[in-house]
């Protein structure tokens, strides 16, 4: 669901996309008779878009603020992306003066990588491609300069929009135009786009380690106690008392990390005067207390299930 335009050469780069991202929610095959028909050219308009969706039994969501174009350094790179069901498949487009390079993620790991040095490169459906080529051939001069170029590219981009979905109305431009040769042009690329992904590479990471985290605090959170046996009193010390957890029961800090497992002791606070050793402490009700006369206790841990 996109279209980029970019156009590489001597004089510098000079890159223009839609902003459209549209997510889908339904029954597959559905979606797909859906999509056929969109990329078909057959649906023209938002309006007949969400009407043909909402016919098929199809939830979408249409935005239009989608970032698509980057300037890294000397370099903008255009992307166009694919969510699948554990990996998003991107294709990449960077370009400077003199060269661009085209690579193909899966993930962070590059299945395709091509280089260039010059021409006019388009992303985009079939559909979408074939308009643009059409108005690019149209319009195209070879002596326009690098900001006529992208107002070309930007009314090229409104043109296709207003003849399918598939593309947005509102349009990034972005211009580079270093002094590289071909040779230089391919040494920055390789340096930035090596760059680029180790970035990429780095945030999946990270964001792998806090879905897991995440997860764990899900499954944490649904383990704390609201109800059940504690343990019992094996220690007094004033208002101070040491509490034996029960073999289902283990207390964790703030942080999820467990300071007291089955069978060991944790401090706990109480204002009654009748405690003796052996009593047992519940949960209630959502409330710490002793089993005996349900008086309140206090503690500094979290108490969960195993």
């Not at 223009?16 to 991202?21: G, I, P, Q, T």
């Not at 690579?103 to 299945?111: K, P």
Request: charged letters at 30%; one cysteine or more; proline letters at 1%.
């Amino acid at each position: 669901m996109s279209l980029i335009i970019a156009y590489v050469g001597k004089k510098g780069c000079v890159m223009a996309s839609d902003k459209r991202k549209i997510g889908y929610f339904g029954d597959k095959e559905n979606l797909k008779k859906l999509e056929d028909e969109l990329y078909s050219g057959k649906i023209t308009a938002d309006e007949d878009f969400l009407k043909r969706a909402k016919e098929l039994g199809i939830s979408i969501k249409i935005t239009d603020d989608a970032s698509k174009l980057k300037i890294i350094g000397n370099t903008i790179r255009g992307e166009v992306s694919t969510k699948g069901t554990f990996e998003t498949r991107r294709r990449r487009i960077y370009g400077t003066t003199s060269g661009y390079q085209i690579i193909e993620l899966l993930g962070s790991d590059t299945q395709s990588r091509k280089a260039g040095k010059n021409g006019v490169i388009i992303f985009g459906n079939d559909y979408a491609k074939r308009m643009a080529e059409t108005f690019i051939k149209r319009e195209w001069k070879s002596s326009q300069s690098l900001r006529y170029i992208g107002e070309i590219f930007q009314g090229i981009i409104e043109d296709v929009a207003s003849k399918t979905p598939t593309v947005g109305k509102n349009v990034d431009v972005m211009i580079q135009h270093p002094e590289f040769n071909e040779r230089e042009a391919q040494k920055h690329l390789d340096i930035t786009i090596d760059h680029d992904i180790k970035v990429l590479t780095k945030f999946r990471q990270e964001l792998t380690e806090q879905i897991v985290q995440q997860q764990i605090e899900i499954d944490m959170v649904n383990k704390i106690m609201n109800e059940g046996t504690v343990g019992k009193v094996v220690n007094i010390d004033d208002n101070m008392l040491f509490v034996q957890l029960d073999k289902k029961v283990q207390a964790v800090d703030e942080n999820w990390k467990q300071l007291a497992g089955p069978g060991q002791n944790v401090l706990m606070f109480t204002e009654s005067d009748n405690v003796k050793i052996g009593d047992k402490v519940v949960i209630e009700n959502e409330d710490l207390c002793l089993k005996k006369d349900k008086s309140s206790l206090k503690c500094d841990v979290i108490l969960c299930s195993l």
